[in-house]
């Protein structure tokens, strides 16, 4: 159900992960944070997330990580959407298969949006965090607008049928294969034109179809473009060992305890994957 994680994500997650365990060793500087965990871990209904007591690079990793993890997060869930879309349309009696299809149909818009939104506050988290360290600034101007871009680009159809079906028409009114069935439920339960039962069963088989093409276009675009935005990432700051570079207003450390890497730079060719099935039922999932 949840896929390996791709090789540029997997690397990013350790340079995210090994500066946070380092920082909080020390025991007593850290001792807040240490506390915090705990308190969690041991009670999370008493457990007090806005009294925070720590060290300032504690917690731009400690956000980073949460930004970054929100995404991956993202990403499985979208498998796993996939996954009960193939189990719920096995199960579901043929004369329920409508409903079902439609339901995962209008869900699976949110679910991409949500994606969107999470990918594009990690790319304004790490704006914001590294255009405060001058090593940084001069790449960022080209390099932030260009991936706004590309994950706009390729999630953006999906994005844009979400928002007219909640603001303006419902989706299973305006995809035509949603609207098909629509229109056939309607006929035969509705007005009892039981004549149109074969000419449902051949709508419900085509709608399954091209839901099923939707859920793998962009469950498989979802992590095409999470790895695409950790390998420029990785590019910039993390060093070839896989320390994360800190930006220099965040730093505990003095700038010569900390290992200095390359300035950020812009993509070498992240292809966006695609438009991806949207609108018309007979395009292929690239």
């Known amino acids: 159900m949840i896929r390996e994680r791709p090789s540029h994500v997997a690397r ?29 871990i041991d009670s999370p209904w008493e457990y007090e997330g806005s009294v925070v007591d720590e060290t300032r690079e504690i917690t731009f990793l400690r ?12 990403c499985e869930t979208l498998d796993v959407a ?17 409903t079902a299809i439609t339901f995962w ?13 999470r990918m594009l506050d990690l790319v304004t988290f790490f704006e914001r965090k590294y255009s405060k360290d001058q090593d940084f600034v001069p790449a960022l101007a080209k390099l932030v607008p260009e991936l706004r871009q590309l994950i706009r680009a390729s999630l953006g159809a ?18 035509p294969e949603l609207a098909r069935l629509t229109m056939l439920t309607a006929c035969i339960e509705g007005m009892g034109i039981e004549e149109l039962a074969e000419q449902r069963k051949k709508a419900v088989t085509e ?29 910039g700051i993390v060093t070839e060992d896989g320390t994360l570079i800190v930006p220099a207003p965040n ?4 700038r010569g305890d900390v290992q200095q890497g390359p300035a950020v730079s812009a993509p070498q060719e992240v292809v966006p994957p695609g438009d991806g099935p949207t609108a018309e039922p007979d395009s292929e999932a690239s």
């Open 251 to 254: 730093r505990d450390m003095t």
């Open 158 to 175: 999906m994005v844009t049928v979400r928002g007219n079906h909640v603001h303006h028409r419902r989706h299973r009114n305006t995809d």
């Open 82 to 98: 996939r996954a009960l879309v193939a189990q719920t349309l096995d199960t579901t009696p043929l004369e329920r298969l409508d």
């Open 63 to 74: 956000d980073f990580f949460n930004k970054f993890q929100e995404c991956i997060q993202s």
């Open 207 to 235: 709608a399954k179809a091209w839901l099923m093409r939707q859920v793998d276009h962009y469950g498989n675009t979802s992590w095409t473009l999470l790895d695409g935005l950790c390998m420029v990432l990785n590019e």
């Open 12 to 40: 990013l997650n350790n340079a995210l992960s090994e500066p946070a365990m380092r920082l909080m060793e020390n025991h007593q500087r850290h001792k807040h944070t240490m506390e915090r965990v705990k308190s969690l």
């Open 105 to 117: 149909s209008e869900s699976f818009l949110n679910e991409v949006y949500i994606f969107q939104l």
